[in-house]
């Protein structure tokens, strides 16, 4: 099941998808000091620059996992 079809499921029919990614992009741009390939990766957007794309062959993994992490604490702070 979609994160979209969750949403409408749970009655709420004016959210998307895109919110919680904008928000996760702005928060890991604006208040984090983790590099924009790590961010981008982890929304899983594409590299626009086709050379930087060939030579970036990793996955970023243990970044990507540290990010999540941070996300977690903040997006659940006041929980």
């Known amino acids: 099941m979609s994160l ?3 949403l409408k499921r749970m009655g709420y029919i004016d959210l998307t998808q895109h919110g919680f990614r904008s ?3 702005e928060w ?3 208040a984090t000091d983790y590099q924009r390939e790590v961010i981008e ?3 899983a957007h594409q ?3 086709k050379a930087e794309a ?3 062959r990793g996955t970023l993994w243990p970044k990507r ?3 999540m992490d941070d ?3 903040y997006s659940t702070a006041n929980s």
Do not use: C, I, P, S
């Open 4 to 6: 979209l079809a969750v």
């Open 23 to 25: 928000t996760f992009r």
């Open 28 to 30: 890991a741009g604006e």
């Open 41 to 43: 990766h982890a929304l």
């Open 47 to 49: 590299l626009a620059d």
């Open 54 to 56: 060939a030579y970036q």
């Open 65 to 67: 996992v540290a990010l």
């Open 71 to 73: 996300w977690t604490g």
